[in-house]
Nanobody
Framework: VQLQASGGGLVQPGDSLRLSCTTS???????????IGWFRQAPGKERESVAS???????SYSDSVRGRFTISRDNSKKTVRLQMNSLKSEDTSVYYC????????WGQGTLVTVSS
């Protein structure tokens, strides 16, 4: 399943941003039955898991974002979102979505830059 992340941008510390994850436009594949995860990779660092949500809606978060980020999904709209609040400079990364566990099909990701 090829997923596409969008919604990144440049924000200031303390701001909020919402990312979206959908299947590619020409794909008939849905997100049904897949657990979906958000991952991020900062320059010079390994890719890390940020949040994950099962098909039934059970969510989990990394310690670094718990309490600030919220993952949700709308199965009817084939969309998984990541609401990011109280952003910090250390949240600056390229954010990707993928199945969880992740497949080897990583999309381009979306860049989130948190800077004053």
């Amino acid at each position: 399943v090829q997923l596409q992340a969008s919604g990144g941008g440049l924000v200031q510390p303390g701001d909020s941003l919402r990312l979206s994850c959908t299947t590619s436009r020409d794909s008939f594949v849905t997100l049904d039955y897949w657990a979906i995860g958000w991952f991020r990779q900062a320059p010079g660092k390994e890719r890390e898991s940020v949040a994950s949500i099962t098909f039934g809606g059970a969510a989990s978060y990394s310690d670094s974002v718990r309490g600030r980020f919220t993952i949700s999904r709308d199965n009817s709209k084939k969309t998984v979102r990541l609401q990011m609040n109280s952003l910090k400079s250390e949240d600056t990364s390229v954010y990707y979505c993928n199945t969880n566990p992740p497949s080897n099909k990583w999309g381009q990701g979306t860049l989130v830059t948190v800077s004053s």
